[in-house]
């Protein structure tokens, strides 16, 4: 994601890309935020969008990334505002599908980093049962988090289950996630 990503941004000059900037722009940050590079991130950020971006499709892909970067750096009211946002967006265009980017269980996150549970129970819960969510990496991260709120039974099985997702469709980033997980779980 990384290198594809970079790779776009500089076969074209930063104006070329107009709103559109905000998908390989939002990758970048997401990758670099997810390596554990939050100078590269906050750096990337720093760098001027145009107007009218953040109000884009491809804007909420920047500002879904922003949210995980604030996230990641415990700047949790700043991520849970970023991730509303796309919520907001999306309802609005009648494009409110995880697959696009999945708001509610990203905002449940903040929300459980500020210690509010029941916030993010409704959040989780309804992300679980919209449409297409089923065997997605979606429902894999909503599951693991959810287990975060279980009871100590509920939590391994929501965890083994997100642990399958996570395995099949190869995303190494959430498997090492939900294996933290395990290991605090079995360790409580």
Same mark, same amino acid.
């Given at each position: ?8 941004l ?19 940050v ?20 145009p107007?009218?971006?953040?109000d ?6 920047y ?7 604030y ?7 700043a ?5 509303r946002?796309?919520? #907001? ?10 697959g ?8 449940? #996150? ?9 916030q993010?129970r409704?959040?989780?819960?309804d ?15 909503s ?14 099985q929501?965890l083994?289950?997100a642990l ?25």
């Amino acid at each position: 994601m990384l290198f594809r990503s970079q790779e776009a941004l500089d076969a074209l000059p930063t104006k070329a890309w107009g709103v559109a900037i905000g998908l390989p722009l939002g990758c970048l940050v997401l990758a670099a935020t997810r390596s554990g590079e939050y100078e590269r991130a906050a750096h990337l950020l720093a760098k001027p969008v145009p107007g009218g971006m953040l109000d884009s499709r491809w804007g909420l892909h920047y500002q879904y990334a922003r949210g995980q970067y604030y996230l990641a750096t415990h700047h949790y009211h700043a991520a849970l505002a970023d991730f509303r946002s796309c919520g #907001e967006l999306m309802r609005g265009w009648n494009l409110d599908s995880a697959g696009i980017v999945p708001w509610r269980t990203s905002a449940a #996150e903040a929300w459980l980093r500020l210690g509010n549970t029941d916030q993010a129970r409704l959040l989780l819960s309804d992300q679980l049962a919209r449409p297409g969510v089923d065997g997605s990496r979606v429902r894999g991260a909503s599951l693991r988090l959810l287990a975060a709120i279980s009871a100590p039974a509920t939590r391994l099985q929501l965890l083994a289950e997100a642990l399958d997702i996570f395995e099949s469709c190869g995303d190494r980033y959430e498997q090492a996630r939900v294996l933290a997980d395990f290991s605090r779980a079995y360790n409580l």
